[in-house]
Protein backbone atom coordinates (compact mmCIF):
# COMPACT_ATOMS: atom_id res chain seq x y z
CA UNK A 1 0.00 0.00 0.00
CA UNK A 2 1.43 3.33 -1.02
CA UNK A 3 1.80 6.11 0.96
CA UNK A 4 -1.34 8.14 1.40
CA UNK A 5 -3.52 5.05 -0.08
CA UNK A 6 -5.88 2.95 1.44
CA UNK A 7 -4.01 2.66 4.21
CA UNK A 8 -3.53 5.06 7.53
CA UNK A 9 -2.41 8.09 5.33
CA UNK A 10 0.84 9.86 5.73
CA UNK A 11 0.21 13.70 6.69
CA UNK A 12 -1.69 15.57 4.01
CA UNK A 13 -0.39 13.24 0.79
CA UNK A 14 -2.88 12.56 -1.87
CA UNK A 15 -3.31 9.03 -3.11
CA UNK A 16 -1.57 7.77 -5.98
CA UNK A 17 -4.12 5.49 -8.04
CA UNK A 18 -3.18 3.79 -10.77
CA UNK A 19 -4.68 0.42 -10.90
CA UNK A 20 -7.92 -0.16 -13.02
CA UNK A 21 -11.42 -0.66 -11.34
CA UNK A 22 -11.14 -4.15 -12.56
CA UNK A 23 -8.45 -4.74 -10.55
CA UNK A 24 -9.16 -2.88 -7.44
CA UNK A 25 -13.03 -4.94 -7.26
CA UNK A 26 -10.92 -8.22 -8.11
CA UNK A 27 -8.49 -7.38 -5.01
CA UNK A 28 -11.82 -6.52 -2.89
CA UNK A 29 -12.40 -10.39 -3.49
CA UNK A 30 -9.62 -11.55 -1.42
CA UNK A 31 -9.35 -8.67 1.24
CA UNK A 32 -9.33 -11.41 3.80
CA UNK A 33 -8.01 -14.79 4.48
CA UNK A 34 -5.55 -16.82 2.64
CA UNK A 35 -6.77 -18.98 -0.32
CA UNK A 36 -10.48 -17.27 0.24
CA UNK A 37 -12.90 -19.97 -0.75
CA UNK A 38 -15.67 -19.08 -3.46
CA UNK A 39 -19.01 -19.06 -1.68
CA UNK A 40 -20.40 -21.42 -4.79
CA UNK A 41 -17.41 -23.59 -3.98
CA UNK A 42 -18.65 -24.24 -0.85
CA UNK A 43 -21.94 -24.16 -1.09
CA UNK A 44 -21.40 -26.60 -4.05
CA UNK A 45 -19.58 -28.99 -2.25
CA UNK A 46 -21.90 -28.95 1.32
CA UNK A 47 -25.04 -29.76 -1.28
CA UNK A 48 -23.47 -32.81 -2.78
CA UNK A 49 -21.59 -33.92 0.78
CA UNK A 50 -25.20 -33.44 2.19
CA UNK A 51 -27.07 -35.87 -0.12
CA UNK A 52 -24.06 -38.12 0.54
CA UNK A 53 -24.66 -37.89 3.89
CA UNK A 54 -28.58 -38.29 3.77
CA UNK A 55 -27.93 -41.33 1.26
CA UNK A 56 -25.63 -43.56 3.27
CA UNK A 57 -27.66 -42.84 6.58
CA UNK A 58 -29.00 -45.92 6.99
CA UNK A 59 -25.16 -47.31 6.76
CA UNK A 60 -25.08 -46.30 9.99
CA UNK A 61 -27.38 -48.27 10.98
CA UNK A 62 -25.99 -51.09 13.88
CA UNK A 63 -22.67 -49.59 14.55
CA UNK A 64 -21.66 -48.60 17.61
CA UNK A 65 -21.97 -44.76 18.00
CA UNK A 66 -19.22 -44.39 21.10
CA UNK A 67 -16.69 -45.75 18.62
CA UNK A 68 -17.88 -43.82 15.80
CA UNK A 69 -17.24 -40.35 17.94
CA UNK A 70 -13.91 -41.91 19.20
CA UNK A 71 -12.53 -41.64 15.66
CA UNK A 72 -13.95 -38.39 14.80
CA UNK A 73 -11.71 -37.15 17.82
CA UNK A 74 -9.36 -39.08 17.45
CA UNK A 75 -8.70 -37.54 13.72
CA UNK A 76 -9.57 -34.48 14.86
CA UNK A 77 -6.82 -34.23 17.49
CA UNK A 78 -4.32 -35.63 14.76
CA UNK A 79 -5.57 -32.54 12.10
CA UNK A 80 -5.14 -30.41 15.12
CA UNK A 81 -1.47 -31.16 14.88
CA UNK A 82 -1.23 -30.89 11.45
CA UNK A 83 1.79 -29.08 9.42
CA UNK A 84 2.22 -26.54 6.61
CA UNK A 85 2.52 -28.52 3.84
CA UNK A 86 5.46 -25.82 2.88
CA UNK A 87 7.03 -27.78 5.20
CA UNK A 88 7.71 -30.16 2.91
CA UNK A 89 7.91 -28.31 -0.30
CA UNK A 90 7.86 -24.57 -1.78
CA UNK A 91 4.68 -25.69 -3.60
CA UNK A 92 3.09 -27.56 -0.47
CA UNK A 93 -0.63 -26.39 -0.36
CA UNK A 94 -2.55 -27.06 2.84
CA UNK A 95 -1.35 -28.60 5.98
CA UNK A 96 0.05 -32.54 6.25
CA UNK A 97 -0.65 -34.41 9.22
CA UNK A 98 -1.18 -38.12 10.51
CA UNK A 99 -5.32 -37.77 10.29
CA UNK A 100 -5.42 -39.91 6.96
CA UNK A 101 -3.71 -42.59 9.65
CA UNK A 102 -7.23 -42.43 11.20
CA UNK A 103 -9.07 -41.57 7.98
CA UNK A 104 -7.88 -44.49 6.27
CA UNK A 105 -8.09 -46.77 9.17
CA UNK A 106 -12.06 -45.63 9.75
CA UNK A 107 -12.65 -47.01 5.70
CA UNK A 108 -11.10 -50.41 7.07
CA UNK A 109 -13.31 -50.89 10.04
CA UNK A 110 -16.47 -49.18 9.71
CA UNK A 111 -16.70 -48.90 5.61
CA UNK A 112 -17.23 -46.47 3.26
CA UNK A 113 -20.06 -44.37 4.33
CA UNK A 114 -19.60 -44.17 8.43
CA UNK A 115 -16.14 -43.49 7.62
CA UNK A 116 -17.19 -40.07 5.18
CA UNK A 117 -19.45 -39.41 7.84
CA UNK A 118 -16.13 -39.18 10.23
CA UNK A 119 -14.44 -37.36 8.01
CA UNK A 120 -16.66 -34.80 7.15
CA UNK A 121 -17.72 -33.86 10.70
CA UNK A 122 -13.54 -34.46 11.52
CA UNK A 123 -12.94 -31.67 9.33
CA UNK A 124 -15.81 -29.15 9.86
CA UNK A 125 -14.68 -29.31 13.81
CA UNK A 126 -11.57 -28.88 12.77
CA UNK A 127 -12.22 -25.50 10.60
CA UNK A 128 -14.50 -24.12 12.98
CA UNK A 129 -12.09 -24.44 16.34
CA UNK A 130 -8.84 -25.35 15.55
CA UNK A 131 -7.93 -23.64 12.03
CA UNK A 132 -4.92 -21.63 12.89
CA UNK A 133 -5.82 -18.92 10.12
CA UNK A 134 -7.46 -15.99 11.57
CA UNK A 135 -10.72 -15.15 9.45
CA UNK A 136 -14.13 -13.18 9.93
CA UNK A 137 -16.59 -16.16 11.28
CA UNK A 138 -18.48 -15.93 7.56
CA UNK A 139 -15.57 -16.98 5.63
CA UNK A 140 -14.71 -19.35 8.73
CA UNK A 141 -17.98 -20.83 8.40
CA UNK A 142 -17.98 -20.73 4.33
CA UNK A 143 -14.30 -22.41 4.33
CA UNK A 144 -15.97 -25.25 7.33
CA UNK A 145 -18.33 -26.04 5.07
CA UNK A 146 -16.13 -26.38 1.99
CA UNK A 147 -13.48 -28.88 3.52
CA UNK A 148 -16.45 -30.92 5.44
CA UNK A 149 -18.04 -31.81 1.98
CA UNK A 150 -14.02 -32.20 0.45
CA UNK A 151 -13.65 -34.26 3.04
CA UNK A 152 -16.82 -36.73 3.02
CA UNK A 153 -16.61 -36.65 -0.51
CA UNK A 154 -12.95 -37.66 -1.00
CA UNK A 155 -13.90 -40.60 1.72
CA UNK A 156 -17.20 -41.88 0.62
CA UNK A 157 -15.50 -41.81 -3.27
CA UNK A 158 -12.54 -43.47 -1.95
CA UNK A 159 -14.38 -46.05 0.15
CA UNK A 160 -16.75 -47.44 -2.68
CA UNK A 161 -13.48 -47.13 -4.73
CA UNK A 162 -12.15 -50.07 -2.36
CA UNK A 163 -15.35 -51.64 -1.84
CA UNK A 164 -15.87 -52.20 -5.75
CA UNK A 165 -12.39 -53.78 -5.78
CA UNK A 166 -12.82 -56.53 -3.43
CA UNK A 167 -11.74 -54.77 -0.51
CA UNK A 168 -12.64 -56.29 2.70
CA UNK A 169 -12.40 -55.38 6.69
CA UNK A 170 -9.52 -56.44 7.88
CA UNK A 171 -10.68 -59.22 10.01
CA UNK A 172 -8.36 -61.83 8.53
CA UNK A 173 -4.96 -61.65 7.28
CA UNK A 174 -4.17 -58.99 4.67
CA UNK A 175 -2.48 -60.63 1.65
CA UNK A 176 -0.50 -58.81 -1.07
CA UNK A 177 -3.57 -58.31 -2.96
CA UNK A 178 -5.21 -56.96 -0.16
CA UNK A 179 -2.05 -54.62 0.26
CA UNK A 180 -2.59 -53.22 -3.32
CA UNK A 181 -6.33 -52.76 -2.83
CA UNK A 182 -5.68 -50.72 0.09
CA UNK A 183 -3.09 -48.55 -1.94
CA UNK A 184 -5.35 -48.19 -4.24
CA UNK A 185 -7.77 -46.68 -1.78
CA UNK A 186 -5.09 -44.44 -0.54
CA UNK A 187 -3.91 -42.90 -4.13
CA UNK A 188 -7.87 -42.37 -4.68
CA UNK A 189 -8.43 -40.41 -1.78
CA UNK A 190 -5.65 -38.57 -2.47
CA UNK A 191 -6.61 -37.85 -6.28
CA UNK A 192 -10.03 -36.91 -5.55
CA UNK A 193 -8.76 -34.49 -2.42
CA UNK A 194 -6.63 -33.09 -4.72
CA UNK A 195 -9.18 -32.39 -7.33
CA UNK A 196 -11.77 -31.05 -5.03
CA UNK A 197 -8.69 -28.95 -3.33
CA UNK A 198 -7.93 -27.26 -7.08
CA UNK A 199 -10.82 -24.99 -7.36
CA UNK A 200 -10.59 -24.01 -3.83
CA UNK A 201 -6.98 -22.54 -4.18
CA UNK A 202 -6.95 -21.87 -8.49
CA UNK A 203 -6.82 -18.23 -7.83
CA UNK A 204 -4.31 -17.97 -5.36
CA UNK A 205 -1.88 -20.17 -7.39
CA UNK A 206 1.17 -18.78 -9.40
CA UNK A 207 1.29 -19.94 -12.74
CA UNK A 208 4.26 -21.80 -12.59
CA UNK A 209 2.01 -23.79 -9.85
CA UNK A 210 -1.01 -23.72 -11.89
CA UNK A 211 1.36 -25.69 -14.69
CA UNK A 212 1.95 -28.17 -12.52
CA UNK A 213 -0.57 -28.62 -9.32
CA UNK A 214 0.36 -31.93 -8.16
CA UNK A 215 3.17 -31.93 -5.65
CA UNK A 216 4.54 -35.61 -5.39
CA UNK A 217 6.15 -35.77 -2.10
CA UNK A 218 3.09 -34.31 -0.73
CA UNK A 219 1.07 -37.72 -2.39
CA UNK A 220 4.20 -40.12 -0.94
CA UNK A 221 3.99 -38.43 2.50
CA UNK A 222 -0.23 -39.25 2.57
CA UNK A 223 0.80 -42.81 0.87
CA UNK A 224 2.79 -43.43 4.05
CA UNK A 225 0.64 -42.33 6.45
CA UNK A 226 -2.37 -43.72 5.07
CA UNK A 227 -0.54 -46.85 4.86
CA UNK A 228 -0.03 -46.77 8.51
CA UNK A 229 -4.33 -46.82 9.03
CA UNK A 230 -3.86 -50.62 8.40
CA UNK A 231 -2.00 -51.01 11.78
CA UNK A 232 -4.89 -48.30 13.24
CA UNK A 233 -7.51 -50.64 11.82
CA UNK A 234 -6.05 -53.94 13.24
CA UNK A 235 -5.20 -52.60 16.55
CA UNK A 236 -8.82 -51.64 16.95
CA UNK A 237 -10.09 -54.73 15.86
CA UNK A 238 -8.25 -56.57 17.86
CA UNK A 239 -6.48 -54.93 20.81
CA UNK A 240 -8.80 -54.17 23.55
CA UNK A 241 -10.44 -50.74 24.56
CA UNK A 242 -7.63 -49.57 26.67
CA UNK A 243 -5.09 -51.33 24.02
CA UNK A 244 -6.52 -48.97 21.59
CA UNK A 245 -6.35 -46.14 24.08
CA UNK A 246 -2.39 -46.46 24.53
CA UNK A 247 -2.45 -47.00 20.76
CA UNK A 248 -3.65 -43.89 20.22
CA UNK A 249 -2.08 -41.83 22.78
CA UNK A 250 1.07 -43.49 21.37
CA UNK A 251 0.27 -42.10 17.87
CA UNK A 252 -0.81 -38.94 19.15
CA UNK A 253 3.09 -38.34 20.84
CA UNK A 254 4.21 -39.11 17.36
CA UNK A 255 2.15 -36.29 16.19
CA UNK A 256 3.11 -33.77 18.77
CA UNK A 257 6.94 -34.84 18.24
CA UNK A 258 6.17 -34.69 14.43
CA UNK A 259 4.43 -31.46 14.38
CA UNK A 260 7.45 -30.54 17.19
CA UNK A 261 10.16 -31.20 15.11
CA UNK A 262 8.24 -29.70 11.73
CA UNK A 263 8.03 -26.60 13.65
CA UNK A 264 11.60 -26.53 14.74
CA UNK A 265 13.20 -27.44 11.61
CA UNK A 266 10.36 -24.55 9.91
CA UNK A 267 11.53 -22.20 12.42
CA UNK A 268 15.64 -22.76 11.59
CA UNK A 269 15.34 -22.84 7.82
CA UNK A 270 13.29 -19.17 8.67
CA UNK A 271 15.93 -18.09 11.01
CA UNK A 272 18.51 -19.33 7.98
CA UNK A 273 16.68 -17.34 5.46
CA UNK A 274 16.44 -14.23 7.85
CA UNK A 275 20.23 -14.38 8.74
CA UNK A 276 21.03 -15.05 5.14
CA UNK A 277 18.49 -12.25 3.71
CA UNK A 278 20.13 -9.65 6.56
CA UNK A 279 23.76 -10.64 5.49
CA UNK A 280 22.97 -10.15 2.12
CA UNK A 281 21.75 -6.53 2.77
CA UNK A 282 24.44 -5.76 4.93
CA UNK A 283 27.44 -6.51 2.21
CA UNK A 284 25.11 -4.19 -0.04
CA UNK A 285 25.34 -1.56 2.77
CA UNK A 286 29.83 -2.31 2.95
CA UNK A 287 29.92 -2.68 -0.54
CA UNK A 288 29.51 1.38 -0.84
CA UNK A 289 26.19 0.84 -3.06
CA UNK A 290 24.06 3.81 -3.16
CA UNK A 291 20.83 4.16 -1.23
CA UNK A 292 18.03 3.41 -4.14
CA UNK A 293 20.27 -0.17 -4.49
CA UNK A 294 20.39 -0.60 -0.78
CA UNK A 295 16.55 -0.33 -0.31
CA UNK A 296 15.96 -2.24 -3.80
CA UNK A 297 17.72 -5.41 -1.51
CA UNK A 298 15.59 -4.70 1.18
CA UNK A 299 12.54 -4.47 -0.12
CA UNK A 300 13.83 -7.79 -2.50
CA UNK A 301 14.72 -9.36 0.64
CA UNK A 302 11.61 -9.07 3.04
CA UNK A 303 9.66 -9.55 -0.07
CA UNK A 304 11.06 -13.15 0.03
CA UNK A 305 10.78 -13.81 3.80
CA UNK A 306 7.07 -12.50 4.14
CA UNK A 307 3.94 -11.89 2.53
CA UNK A 308 2.89 -7.98 2.13
CA UNK A 309 0.55 -5.85 0.25
CA UNK A 310 2.52 -2.64 0.34
CA UNK A 311 5.87 -1.81 1.39
CA UNK A 312 7.30 1.51 1.99
CA UNK A 313 10.65 3.28 2.75
CA UNK A 314 10.91 6.68 3.65
CA UNK A 315 13.80 8.85 3.98
CA UNK A 316 13.64 12.20 6.13
CA UNK A 317 14.87 15.55 4.99
CA UNK A 318 15.56 17.85 8.15
CA UNK A 319 16.44 20.75 6.03
CA UNK A 320 13.42 20.48 4.01
CA UNK A 321 10.77 18.93 6.55
CA UNK A 322 10.13 16.23 3.88
CA UNK A 323 9.74 12.53 3.48
CA UNK A 324 11.75 11.50 0.68
CA UNK A 325 9.58 8.24 -0.17
CA UNK A 326 12.51 6.42 -2.27
CA UNK A 327 9.59 2.71 -2.37
CA UNK A 328 6.39 3.17 -2.91
CA UNK A 329 4.72 -0.56 -3.66
CA UNK A 330 1.39 -1.12 -3.58
CA UNK A 331 -0.25 -4.60 -4.42
CA UNK A 332 1.90 -5.67 -7.37
CA UNK A 333 2.10 -1.40 -8.19
CA UNK A 334 5.56 0.46 -7.94
CA UNK A 335 4.92 4.22 -7.22
CA UNK A 336 7.58 6.47 -8.25
CA UNK A 337 9.71 8.00 -5.69
CA UNK A 338 8.06 11.23 -4.31
CA UNK A 339 8.28 13.58 -1.75
CA UNK A 340 6.07 15.04 0.94
CA UNK A 341 5.30 17.14 3.74
CA UNK A 342 4.77 14.70 7.08
CA UNK A 343 1.29 15.80 8.83
CA UNK A 344 -0.72 13.52 10.62
CA UNK A 345 -0.74 9.23 10.07
CA UNK A 346 0.60 6.62 10.84
CA UNK A 347 4.61 6.94 9.53
CA UNK A 348 4.55 10.38 10.95
CA UNK A 349 3.40 9.22 14.12
CA UNK A 350 6.14 6.21 14.17
CA UNK A 351 8.98 8.99 13.50
CA UNK A 352 7.38 11.67 15.59
CA UNK A 353 7.40 8.86 18.80
CA UNK A 354 10.35 7.59 17.53
CA UNK A 355 8.36 3.78 18.17
CA UNK A 356 7.93 0.94 16.29
CA UNK A 357 3.84 -0.18 15.48
CA UNK A 358 2.87 -4.08 15.22
CA UNK A 359 -0.86 -3.71 15.07
CA UNK A 360 -2.03 -7.50 13.77
CA UNK A 361 -5.95 -6.22 13.39
CA UNK A 362 -6.21 -2.52 12.78
CA UNK A 363 -10.38 -3.41 13.26
CA UNK A 364 -10.02 -4.30 16.60
CA UNK A 365 -6.88 -2.48 17.93
CA UNK A 366 -7.12 1.03 19.81
CA UNK A 367 -3.68 1.88 18.91
CA UNK A 368 -3.40 5.38 18.42
CA UNK A 369 -1.09 5.38 15.74
CA UNK A 370 -3.96 4.04 13.43
CA UNK A 371 -7.10 5.18 15.77
CA UNK A 372 -7.37 9.18 14.22
CA UNK A 373 -5.67 7.90 10.37
CA UNK A 374 -7.82 8.84 7.32
CA UNK A 375 -8.31 5.56 5.03
CA UNK A 376 -8.60 6.26 1.74
CA UNK A 377 -9.90 3.43 -0.59
CA UNK A 378 -9.11 -0.08 1.10
CA UNK A 379 -8.38 -0.50 4.49
CA UNK A 380 -5.42 -2.30 5.81
CA UNK A 381 -5.75 -4.84 8.39
CA UNK A 382 -1.92 -5.94 9.46
CA UNK A 383 0.55 -3.19 9.85
CA UNK A 384 4.16 -2.86 11.36
CA UNK A 385 5.81 0.65 11.03
CA UNK A 386 9.49 0.80 12.36
CA UNK A 387 11.19 4.10 12.93
CA UNK A 388 14.70 3.84 11.39
CA UNK A 389 17.23 5.43 13.94
CA UNK A 390 20.40 6.10 13.62
CA UNK A 391 21.76 7.05 17.59
CA UNK A 392 18.77 9.48 19.02
CA UNK A 393 17.90 10.89 15.34
CA UNK A 394 15.26 9.22 13.54
CA UNK A 395 16.40 9.72 9.72
CA UNK A 396 13.27 7.68 8.22
CA UNK A 397 10.58 4.74 8.20
CA UNK A 398 10.20 1.49 7.01
CA UNK A 399 6.43 -0.02 6.89
CA UNK A 400 4.98 -3.14 5.82
CA UNK A 401 1.16 -3.80 5.42
CA UNK A 402 -1.29 -6.54 4.69
CA UNK A 403 -5.04 -6.66 3.56
CA UNK A 404 -5.75 -9.37 6.20
CA UNK A 405 -5.61 -10.03 9.60
CA UNK A 406 -2.84 -11.62 11.58
CA UNK A 407 -0.86 -11.71 8.26
CA UNK A 408 2.66 -10.94 10.25
CA UNK A 409 4.33 -12.97 12.89
CA UNK A 410 5.80 -10.71 15.43
CA UNK A 411 9.42 -12.35 14.79
CA UNK A 412 8.46 -9.97 11.52
CA UNK A 413 9.01 -7.23 13.73
CA UNK A 414 12.71 -8.46 14.99
CA UNK A 415 13.33 -8.94 11.12
CA UNK A 416 12.29 -5.25 10.23
CA UNK A 417 14.15 -3.47 12.93
CA UNK A 418 17.61 -5.20 11.83
CA UNK A 419 16.61 -3.76 8.03
CA UNK A 420 16.00 -0.73 9.80
CA UNK A 421 19.29 -0.16 11.19
CA UNK A 422 21.32 -1.28 8.65
CA UNK A 423 19.62 1.39 6.31
CA UNK A 424 19.99 3.91 9.24
CA UNK A 425 23.90 3.28 8.76
CA UNK A 426 23.40 3.53 4.45
CA UNK A 427 21.77 6.70 4.84
CA UNK A 428 24.50 8.28 7.62
CA UNK A 429 27.00 7.05 5.49
CA UNK A 430 25.68 8.24 2.33
CA UNK A 431 25.29 11.43 4.35
CA UNK A 432 28.37 11.47 5.12
CA UNK A 433 29.98 10.43 2.20
CA UNK A 434 27.79 13.40 0.41
CA UNK A 435 29.59 15.89 2.78
CA UNK A 436 32.67 14.97 2.64
CA UNK A 437 32.11 15.25 -1.14
CA UNK A 438 30.96 18.83 -0.70
CA UNK A 439 33.61 19.36 1.46
CA UNK A 440 36.28 18.20 -1.20
CA UNK A 441 34.87 20.12 -3.93
CA UNK A 442 35.05 22.91 -1.52
CA UNK A 443 38.64 22.68 -1.15
CA UNK A 444 39.42 21.50 -4.70
CA UNK A 445 37.44 24.78 -5.85
CA UNK A 446 39.63 27.37 -2.95
CA UNK A 447 42.78 25.02 -4.28
CA UNK A 448 41.51 25.65 -7.71
CA UNK A 449 41.28 29.66 -6.80
CA UNK A 450 44.04 30.12 -4.87
CA UNK A 451 46.22 28.12 -7.86
CA UNK A 452 44.59 30.91 -10.41
CA UNK A 453 45.73 33.90 -7.89
CA UNK A 454 49.27 32.14 -7.42
CA UNK A 455 49.77 31.75 -11.40
CA UNK A 456 49.04 35.40 -11.94
CA UNK A 457 50.59 36.34 -9.61
CA UNK A 458 53.37 34.39 -10.69
CA UNK A 459 53.20 35.96 -13.88
CA UNK A 460 53.08 39.13 -12.42
CA UNK A 461 56.02 38.40 -10.67
CA UNK A 462 58.01 36.95 -14.15
CA UNK A 463 57.04 39.67 -16.00
CA UNK A 464 58.55 42.63 -13.58
CA UNK A 465 61.30 40.61 -13.22
CA UNK A 466 61.51 40.22 -17.09
CA UNK A 467 61.24 44.15 -17.04
CA UNK A 468 63.93 44.60 -14.06
CA UNK A 469 66.18 42.47 -16.29
CA UNK A 470 65.70 44.33 -19.37
CA UNK A 471 66.32 47.62 -17.67
CA UNK A 472 69.01 46.09 -16.00
CA UNK A 473 70.41 44.83 -19.56
CA UNK A 474 69.58 48.30 -20.99
CA UNK A 475 71.78 50.00 -18.10
CA UNK A 476 74.43 47.84 -17.88
CA UNK A 477 74.42 48.71 -21.68
CA UNK A 478 73.98 52.22 -21.34
CA UNK A 479 76.89 52.26 -18.81
CA UNK A 480 79.47 50.35 -21.15
CA UNK A 481 78.52 52.72 -24.41
CA UNK A 482 79.37 56.42 -24.88
CA UNK A 483 75.96 58.44 -25.13
CA UNK A 484 76.80 60.06 -28.02
CA UNK A 485 78.58 57.83 -30.53
CA UNK A 486 77.02 54.72 -29.20
CA UNK A 487 80.72 53.29 -29.14
CA UNK A 488 81.74 51.77 -25.95
CA UNK A 489 83.01 53.74 -22.97
CA UNK A 490 86.35 53.88 -21.05
CA UNK A 491 84.57 50.99 -18.49
CA UNK A 492 84.29 49.12 -21.47
CA UNK A 493 87.40 49.73 -22.90
CA UNK A 494 89.26 48.40 -20.00
CA UNK A 495 87.45 45.34 -18.91
CA UNK A 496 88.00 44.45 -22.30
CA UNK A 497 91.82 45.00 -22.27
CA UNK A 498 92.73 43.41 -19.20
CA UNK A 499 90.75 40.26 -20.80
CA UNK A 500 92.29 40.39 -24.40
CA UNK A 501 95.77 41.07 -23.02
CA UNK A 502 95.53 38.34 -20.79
CA UNK A 503 94.52 35.92 -23.31
CA UNK A 504 97.62 37.20 -25.53
CA UNK A 505 99.96 36.90 -22.62
CA UNK A 506 99.04 33.20 -22.07
CA UNK A 507 98.59 32.20 -25.25
CA UNK A 508 101.31 34.24 -27.35
CA UNK A 509 98.94 35.86 -29.72
CA UNK A 510 99.79 39.20 -30.61
CA UNK A 511 97.50 42.35 -29.72
CA UNK A 512 97.33 45.87 -30.83
CA UNK A 513 96.24 49.17 -29.09
CA UNK A 514 95.76 52.18 -31.33
CA UNK A 515 94.88 55.60 -29.53
CA UNK A 516 93.34 58.50 -32.17
CA UNK A 517 92.41 61.98 -31.84
CA UNK A 518 91.08 64.80 -34.01
CA UNK A 519 93.59 67.03 -35.06
CA UNK A 520 92.26 70.68 -33.84
CA UNK A 521 88.99 69.43 -32.93
CA UNK A 522 89.15 72.57 -30.43
CA UNK A 523 88.89 75.28 -33.44
CA UNK A 524 85.69 73.07 -34.83
CA UNK A 525 83.76 73.83 -31.51
CA UNK A 526 85.38 77.41 -31.25
CA UNK A 527 84.40 78.23 -34.73
CA UNK A 528 81.37 76.19 -35.65
CA UNK A 529 80.44 75.28 -32.39
CA UNK A 530 79.39 72.76 -30.19
CA UNK A 531 76.48 70.94 -31.99
CA UNK A 532 78.65 70.57 -34.97
CA UNK A 533 81.45 69.25 -33.20
CA UNK A 534 79.64 66.47 -31.32
CA UNK A 535 78.00 65.96 -35.36
CA UNK A 536 81.76 65.35 -36.23
CA UNK A 537 82.33 63.23 -33.11
CA UNK A 538 79.49 60.92 -34.25
CA UNK A 539 80.32 60.55 -37.83
CA UNK A 540 83.91 60.00 -37.64
CA UNK A 541 82.72 57.15 -34.72
CA UNK A 542 80.68 55.33 -37.47
CA UNK A 543 83.66 55.62 -39.59
CA UNK A 544 85.59 53.83 -37.02
CA UNK A 545 83.09 51.15 -36.30
CA UNK A 546 82.18 50.50 -39.83
CA UNK A 547 86.44 50.26 -40.66
CA UNK A 548 87.56 47.27 -38.25
CA UNK A 549 86.54 44.06 -37.40
CA UNK A 550 83.38 42.51 -35.44
CA UNK A 551 85.95 41.10 -33.45
CA UNK A 552 87.43 44.59 -32.45
CA UNK A 553 87.09 47.30 -30.38
CA UNK A 554 86.18 50.71 -30.99
CA UNK A 555 85.92 52.92 -27.65
CA UNK A 556 85.73 56.85 -27.11
CA UNK A 557 88.30 57.20 -24.76
CA UNK A 558 87.36 60.39 -23.86
CA UNK A 559 86.60 64.44 -25.84
CA UNK A 560 87.98 63.53 -29.44
CA UNK A 561 90.22 60.86 -28.19
CA UNK A 562 89.68 57.04 -29.32
CA UNK A 563 90.86 53.94 -28.89
CA UNK A 564 91.19 50.93 -31.30
CA UNK A 565 91.54 47.32 -29.58
CA UNK A 566 92.64 44.93 -32.09
CA UNK A 567 92.80 40.98 -31.23
CA UNK A 568 95.22 39.43 -32.93
CA UNK A 569 96.88 41.80 -34.70
CA UNK A 570 100.47 42.49 -35.07
CA UNK A 571 102.12 46.03 -35.80
CA UNK A 572 102.05 45.74 -39.41
CA UNK A 573 98.40 45.11 -39.51
CA UNK A 574 97.44 47.63 -36.93
CA UNK A 575 99.04 50.31 -39.42
CA UNK A 576 97.32 48.75 -42.06
CA UNK A 577 94.27 49.16 -40.71
CA UNK A 578 94.96 52.65 -38.85
CA UNK A 579 96.04 54.41 -42.20
CA UNK A 580 93.17 53.07 -43.92
CA UNK A 581 90.66 54.53 -41.15
CA UNK A 582 92.91 57.65 -41.46
CA UNK A 583 92.25 57.93 -44.79
CA UNK A 584 88.63 57.38 -44.80
CA UNK A 585 88.17 60.44 -41.88
CA UNK A 586 90.30 62.62 -44.24
CA UNK A 587 88.28 61.83 -47.58
CA UNK A 588 85.08 61.35 -45.46
CA UNK A 589 82.33 64.53 -47.32
CA UNK A 590 82.27 67.06 -44.60
CA UNK A 591 81.31 69.77 -46.67
CA UNK A 592 77.59 69.29 -45.92
CA UNK A 593 77.96 70.51 -42.59
CA UNK A 594 80.52 73.48 -43.08
CA UNK A 595 82.59 73.69 -46.90
CA UNK A 596 85.35 75.26 -45.57
CA UNK A 597 85.30 72.70 -42.52
CA UNK A 598 88.65 69.96 -42.66
CA UNK A 599 88.64 66.85 -40.21
CA UNK A 600 91.57 64.82 -40.05
CA UNK A 601 92.98 62.43 -37.34
CA UNK A 602 96.49 61.43 -35.70
CA UNK A 603 97.05 57.49 -34.73
CA UNK A 604 99.43 56.13 -31.40
CA UNK A 605 99.87 52.14 -32.45
CA UNK A 606 101.22 49.98 -29.28
CA UNK A 607 101.80 46.22 -29.51
CA UNK A 608 101.96 43.95 -26.51
CA UNK A 609 105.50 43.24 -26.25
CA UNK A 610 108.41 42.97 -23.40
CA UNK A 611 107.97 46.75 -22.40
CA UNK A 612 103.90 46.62 -22.57
CA UNK A 613 102.89 43.73 -20.14
CA UNK A 614 100.14 45.81 -18.46
CA UNK A 615 97.36 47.42 -19.78
CA UNK A 616 98.54 51.19 -18.37
CA UNK A 617 101.79 50.18 -20.05
CA UNK A 618 99.87 49.26 -23.42
CA UNK A 619 98.05 52.67 -22.81
CA UNK A 620 100.83 55.02 -22.39
CA UNK A 621 102.84 53.37 -25.14
CA UNK A 622 100.30 54.15 -27.25
CA UNK A 623 99.53 57.52 -25.72
CA UNK A 624 103.46 58.56 -27.03
CA UNK A 625 103.11 57.22 -30.02
CA UNK A 626 99.75 59.56 -30.23
CA UNK A 627 101.68 62.16 -29.05
CA UNK A 628 104.99 61.49 -31.31
CA UNK A 629 101.97 61.83 -34.36
CA UNK A 630 100.63 65.41 -33.48
CA UNK A 631 104.21 66.60 -33.35
CA UNK A 632 105.30 64.96 -36.61
CA UNK A 633 102.60 67.22 -38.09
CA UNK A 634 99.17 65.37 -37.44
CA UNK A 635 97.26 63.26 -39.77
CA UNK A 636 99.63 60.46 -39.83
CA UNK A 637 99.84 57.10 -37.87
CA UNK A 638 103.05 56.68 -35.34
CA UNK A 639 103.98 52.93 -34.44
CA UNK A 640 105.71 52.34 -31.22
CA UNK A 641 108.54 50.54 -30.98
CA UNK A 642 110.44 49.17 -27.71
CA UNK A 643 110.40 51.68 -25.10
CA UNK A 644 111.15 55.38 -27.01
CA UNK A 645 111.51 53.89 -30.86
CA UNK A 646 108.85 55.41 -32.86
CA UNK A 647 107.83 55.15 -36.39
CA UNK A 648 105.79 57.64 -38.70
CA UNK A 649 103.44 57.13 -41.30
CA UNK A 650 102.05 60.46 -43.19
Known amino acids: MGIGRPCCRLDNMKPLRTREPQRAAKDSSSATGENRIPAWTALAYFAAAFGAAWYTAPALAGLHPPSLVFFTFFQLVLMSLSVPAAAFGARGRGYVSLDRLALVAAVLVFGAAPAAWVAGASAMLWTLIADPRREPWLPRVTRAAANAGMFLLAT ?20 LVDFGRICLLILTLQAINELLFLPMTWRSMTPAARRQPVDWRSTLNELLIGLSGIIAALAFIRLSWLGFAVYVAFVIAVAVLFKYVAGVAERERERARELGAVNRVNQAVNSAAGIDDIVEVIFRETQGLMDFAAFIIGIYDRDADELDVRLNYDDGVRHPPARRKPGEGLLAWTMQHNEAVFVPDRRTTAHPSVRGAIILGRSPVSIISIPINFGNETVGVLSVQDYKPYAFKPRALHLLESFASQIAVAIVNTRLFAELKNHQQELEDRVASRTAELELLTAS ?7 KEALLARLEQENRRDPLTRLANRRHLDEALEQELHRALRFGHPLALAMCDLDHFKRVNDDYGHALGDE ?62 RVTMSFGVATVDEATQSSAALLESADRALYAAKRGGRNRVVIARGNTGMRSNA
Open 461 to 467: LEETMRQ
Open 156 to 175: LAAGLVYAGLGGVLPGRPID
Open 536 to 597: VLYRVAEILHRGVRATDLVARYGGEEFVLLLPETDREQARVVCEKLREQVADAGWNDLEADI
